[in-house]
C-alpha cells in the first residue's frame, strides 16, 4: 500500500510538472505561473495603477498583476496631464516601464472595461479587482451660457494640447484678447503659462503640433486666474507660481486691494502657506528693481490673480452667440484660513474676454451600476482601499481619495491600498486558495467580441515612432494624436 502511495505521488508531481509546462507554453509569451497564484486585476494604468501593481508584486512574491487599459497606450496623466514643459515629472514613466516588463505584471491596452468586459467578469476572472481608472470628468460651473463657443473645461484644454485623442476636436479659438480661468489650482496655473508662453520655448517639448501652431497664432494677451476666495487660499503651489512669476515676456498685473490685510496676516500662517503668499504679494505689491521693472515694461503679455469672485454667467456677444465676457459675483470672506468661506456680497462684475476656461476639478464617474460609488463626493467609498461591500473589489488613486494630490500622493495612496490587499490575502478574509483562471477566460472573452489588446511591447513601437518623429523637430517626441494611427503603428 505505502509503495503504490509513492507511486502515485511521484505521478503526481509528473502531472503537476507537465501542466506547468503546458501552462507557460500557452499564453502571452512571458513564463505564465502556477494557476494556483493569487491573480489581480488592476483597471487603469495611471500612476495609481502602477503604484498598486508595483507594492503587489514587491510585496508577494506569487502574485500575478494584469492591468487594463482603455487607451492603446499607458500613464493616464502622465501623458495627458502633466505639462509639456514640464519633462522631468514624467521620468515617472522609466518606474512604471520596469513594472510594467516585470514577468509577473502584464499589460492589456485598448480594453474599456465596463464596456469590453464587465467588472463582474473580471470579478469572477481574479481573486481582486483594483479599480485605478482616475478621474475622466470635470466639475461644471452650473451657470447660464458654460456651453457657448469659446468656454471650455481645463480638462479639455489639457487633454487638447498633450495629444488626448478625444479632445483633438476642441480647437480652441484664440483669436480673443483675454482669457478668464476660474480655479487657482496648478492645473489653472499650467493652463495659464500654456497660453502666455514663449513659443520658442513650447517648441522644444512634446506639445501637439496642432496646439503648437494655433498658439503661435494666439492673440492672447491677458491671462485673469480667478477665485472664490482670497490670496490666503489659493490651491497652486510655489514652484508653479514662481514659474508665472519668472515666465519671460510675461507681467504680473494684479489689483492692490485684493491684498487688504494679507501683509499683517503673513506671520501666523503655516510655512509652505507663508512662502506662497510673500511670493505673491511680492509680485502684487512690491516696487521691482531695475532690472525686472525693465524686464516688465518689454513684456506684451499680461497675467493676473483676481480673488473674490464666482462666476454667475459667461455672457454672449449676440451676434454670434459666442462667449463676449463673464459675469462674477463679488464675495467676501468668512472666517479665515484654509477653510474660510466664499459669501456673497450681492455686488456682481463683468469682465470682457473670448476665452473662459474652467478650471475647477475633475472629477470620478461610475463605471458600473453594480460598483458602489458615492455621488456627492464623487468616488468610490472605500476604507483604505477596500471598497465598502464588496469583497475582493478595491481602489486607488483618484478615484480613491477625489482629484486632488501630485503624483506622490497617489503613489502613496496606492501602496497603501497594495498593503490592504496583501493583508487580506495573508489573513484569509480574501480567499486566494482556489485557483482562477485570470487572463486566460477574460482574453477568450475579449477576442469572441473582437477587442484585440495592445500589448506593452506594442506600445513601445508607438512610442519608438514618437520618439523618432520628435526628433526630427527637436521635441522629445511628436505623439499621435489618433487612437487608429497608434493601432495602425502598435500592429506594424
Ligand atoms: C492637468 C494636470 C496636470 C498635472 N500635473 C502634475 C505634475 O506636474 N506633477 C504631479 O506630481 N502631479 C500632477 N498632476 C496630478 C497627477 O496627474 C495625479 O496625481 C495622478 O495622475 C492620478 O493618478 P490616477 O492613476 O488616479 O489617474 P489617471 O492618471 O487619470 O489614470 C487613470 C487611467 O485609467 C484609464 N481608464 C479610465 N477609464 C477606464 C476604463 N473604463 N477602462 C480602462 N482604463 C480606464 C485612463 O485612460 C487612465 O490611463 C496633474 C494632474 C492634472 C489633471
Ligand atoms: N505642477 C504640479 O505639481 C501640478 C500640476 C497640475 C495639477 N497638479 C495637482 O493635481 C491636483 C488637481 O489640480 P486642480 O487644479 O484641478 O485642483 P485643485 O488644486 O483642487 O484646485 C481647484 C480650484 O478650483 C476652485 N473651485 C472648486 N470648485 C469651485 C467652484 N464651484 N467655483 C469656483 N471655484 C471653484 C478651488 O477653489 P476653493 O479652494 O475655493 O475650493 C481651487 O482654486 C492638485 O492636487 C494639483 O496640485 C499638480
Ligand atoms: C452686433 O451687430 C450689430 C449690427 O450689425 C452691431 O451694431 C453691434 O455692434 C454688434 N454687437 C456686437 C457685440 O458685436
Ligand atoms: C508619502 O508618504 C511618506 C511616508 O509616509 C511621507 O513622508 C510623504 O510626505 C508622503 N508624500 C505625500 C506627497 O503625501
Not at 510538472?17 to 494604468?45: D, E, H, M, T, Y
Not at 498685473?253 to 511680492?282: S, Y
Not at 469682465?351 to 476656461?357: E, P, R, S
Not at 470620478?364 to 460598483?371: E, G, K, N
Amino acid at each position: 500500500l505505502v509503495v503504490i502511495t509513492a507511486h502515485e505521488l511521484v505521478l503526481g508531481i509528473i502531472i503537476l510538472f507537465l501542466c506547468k509546462i503546458v501552462r507557460c507554453v500557452n499564453g502571452c509569451g512571458k513564463a505564465s505561473f502556477s494557476s494556483c497564484n493569487p491573480k489581480v486585476c488592476i483597471v487603469g494604468s495611471g500612476p495609481a495603477g502602477f503604484y498598486t501593481a508595483q507594492h503587489l508584486i514587491k510585496a508577494r512574491p506569487d502574485v500575478e498583476v494584469d492591468i487594463f487599459e482603455r487607451l492603446p497606450i499607458p500613464f493616464g496623466l502622465v501623458r495627458f496631464g502633466v505639462a509639456p514643459d514640464h519633462p522631468e515629472v514624467k521620468n515617472v514613466i522609466n518606474t512604471f516601464t520596469q513594472t510594467a516588463k516585470h514577468p509577473r505584471c502584464n499589460f492589456y491596452g485598448h480594453v474599456n472595461v465596463g464596456k469590453d468586459v464587465s467588472i463582474e467578469e473580471l470579478r469572477q476572472a481574479y481573486h481582486a479587482v483594483v479599480l485605478s481608472y482616475g478621474a475622466e470628468g470635470n466639475r461644471r460651473m452650473g451657470v447660464p451660457g458654460e456651453d457657448l463657443t469659446g468656454v471650455y473645461s481645463a480638462k479639455d484644454f489639457v487633454g487638447w494640447y498633450n495629444g488626448l485623442p478625444s479632445c483633438q476636436e476642441l480647437s480652441p479659438d484664440l483669436s480673443c484678447e483675454t482669457a478668464v480661468i476660474l480655479g487657482q489650482g496648478n492645473v489653472a496655473l499650467d493652463v495659464a503659462r500654456v497660453l502666455l508662453s514663449p513659443i520658442d520655448i513650447l517648441k522644444s517639448t512634446d506639445i501637439t503640433q496642432p496646439a503648437l501652431e494655433a498658439l503661435a497664432k494666439s492673440q492672447v494677451q491677458r491671462v485673469l486666474i480667478v477665485g472664490r476666495r482670497g490670496p490666503m487660499q489659493v490651491a497652486c503651489t510655489i514652484k508653479e507660481l514662481r514659474e508665472m512669476v519668472n515666465l519671460p515676456g510675461t507681467r504680473p498685473e494684479m489689483v492692490a486691494a485684493d491684498f487688504d490685510g494679507v501683509t499683517a496676516a503673513l506671520k501666523d500662517l503655516p510655512r509652505p502657506r507663508k512662502r506662497l503668499t510673500e511670493l505673491m504679494l511680492k509680485a502684487a505689491l512690491e516696487n521691482p528693481g531695475e532690472k525686472e521693472q525693465e524686464r516688465r515694461n518689454k513684456a506684451s503679455r499680461i497675467w493676473g490673480l483676481r480673488f473674490f469672485r464666482s462666476p454667475i454667467e459667461v455672457l454672449a456677444d449676440p451676434n454670434h452667440s459666442r462667449t463676449a465676457g463673464i459675469r462674477l459675483a463679488v464675495n467676501r470672506l468668512e472666517g479665515s484660513g484654509e477653510g474660510a468661506c466664499a459669501v456673497l456680497t450681492g455686488e456682481v462684475e463683468d469682465v470682457t474676454c473670448g476665452l473662459v476656461i474652467s478650471s475647477i476639478g475633475y472629477k470620478s464617474l461610475p463605471i458600473d451600476p453594480l460598483v458602489p460609488f458615492e455621488p456627492r463626493k464623487a468616488i468610490v467609498p472605500n476604507t483604505m482601499g477596500r471598497v465598502h461591500q464588496a469583497t475582493g473589489l478595491y481602489c486607488s488613486g483618484w478615484l480613491k481619495t477625489g482629484p486632488t494630490g501630485v503624483i506622490a500622493t497617489t503613489m502613496n495612496n496606492s501602496f497603501d491600498t497594495a498593503r490592504s490587499l496583501v493583508e487580506d490575502m495573508n489573513s484569509g478574509n480574501l480567499d486566494v486558495s482556489s485557483a482562477k483562471p485570470g487572463s486566460q477566460i477574460v482574453s477568450a472573452l475579449l477576442e469572441k467580441r473582437g477587442v484585440k489588446p495592445v500589448t506593452f511591447s506594442d506600445w513601445e513601437k508607438i512610442d519608438n515612432v514618437e520618439m523618432r518623429r520628435g526628433e526630427a523637430k527637436g521635441k522629445p517626441r511628436e505623439k499621435i494624436l489618433t487612437v487608429d494611427e497608434m493601432l495602425q503603428v502598435a500592429r506594424a
